[in-house]
């Protein structure tokens, strides 16, 4: 367990994933001067309700280590900062907000578990099939020819990270204990998002879906 920086936020930040902050709040520029002086680390965790301005809030207790990549400081004190998802946490413990939001935390690698072969690969393909539709229907979407890492583990965070899924189903992909429960997880969001882009457009659903056969989640 380690004692931590947090940046409670409104999304979920996962793995791999960039993350892109302006930093206003005076307690936020006080994490920032801190962060930057140490190990340029601190914790996201998403606001489940309220606020991050001014406190209050109510926070969720899994999250991920962000990494500053880059800084950039105003003259009136504000931070731009690039940021990079590094790993998953839990959080143990909040303690008191003053100066700034902070944890004790723990590392929270994924279990064991085994990704059937074609698995990732299906999803992979409902991706790249949804983001071509929402591109179609004139929604914003990354392109559909997006990179994606080969390992289904690393991969599929990126997939999350792509998928058009709201805060708690984000979280839900988070917290899942696998990469094999998370796969299958992302799987079933995306089948469910085509189904509705496909009939928002009047479409026949594409072929195979990818829906779970009997048996698997």
Same mark, same amino acid.
């Given at each position: 367990?380690?004692?931590?920086?947090?940046?409670?936020?409104?999304?979920?930040?996962?793995?791999?994933?960039?993350?892109?902050?302006?930093?206003?709040?005076?307690?936020?520029?006080?994490?920032?001067?801190?962060?930057?002086?140490?190990?340029?680390?601190?914790? !996201? +965790?998403?606001?489940?309700?309220? &606020?991050?301005?001014?406190?209050?809030?109510?926070? +969720?207790?899994?999250?991920? !280590?962000?990494?500053?990549?880059?800084?950039?400081?105003?003259?009136?004190?504000?931070?731009?900062?690039?940021?990079?998802?590094?790993?998953?946490?839990?959080?143990?413990?909040?303690?008191?907000?003053?100066?700034?939001?902070?944890?004790?935390?723990?590392?929270?690698?994924?279990?064991?578990?085994?990704?059937?072969?074609?698995?990732?690969?299906?999803?992979?393909?409902?991706?790249?099939? +949804?983001?071509?539709?929402? +591109?179609?229907?004139?929604?914003?979407?990354?392109?559909?020819?997006?990179?994606?890492?080969?390992?289904?583990?690393?991969?599929?965070?990126?997939?999350?990270?792509?998928?058009?899924?709201?805060? &708690?189903?984000?979280?839900?992909?988070?917290?899942?204990?696998?990469?094999?429960?998370?796969?299958?997880?992302?799987?079933?969001?995306?089948?469910?998002?085509?189904?509705?882009?496909?009939?928002?457009?009047?479409?026949?659903?594409?072929?195979?879906?990818?829906?779970? &056969?009997?048996?698997?989640?």
């Amino acid at each position: 367990m380690a004692q931590l920086a947090m940046f409670p936020l409104g999304m979920v930040l996962f793995p791999g994933a960039l993350l892109p902050l302006h930093v206003f709040e005076p307690r936020y520029r006080q994490l920032t001067d801190d962060v930057l002086a140490g190990d340029r680390e601190f914790g !996201v +965790t998403l606001i489940e309700r309220g &606020s991050e301005v001014g406190g209050g809030d109510l926070r +969720t207790l899994a999250g991920t !280590v962000a990494r500053v990549e880059h800084a950039e400081r105003f003259d009136d004190g504000r931070w731009a900062l690039m940021c990079v998802g590094d790993r998953r946490i839990r959080v143990d413990r909040w303690f008191d907000d003053a100066p700034y939001p902070q944890a004790e935390v723990t590392e929270w690698p994924d279990g064991p578990s085994t990704v059937a072969d074609g698995d990732y690969q299906t999803l992979v393909g409902l991706l790249r099939r +949804t983001l071509a539709l929402k +591109t179609e229907i004139g929604e914003p979407a990354v392109p559909a020819t997006v990179d994606l890492d080969d390992d289904p583990a690393a991969g599929s965070y990126q997939v999350a990270a792509f998928s058009p899924l709201g805060p &708690s189903d984000r979280q839900r992909v988070l917290v899942a204990e696998t990469a094999a429960d998370r796969i299958a997880l992302l799987r079933a969001l995306l089948v469910d998002e085509l189904e509705l882009l496909t009939a928002r457009i009047g479409m026949d659903p594409p072929g195979d879906l990818g829906h779970p &056969s009997q048996g698997e989640a």
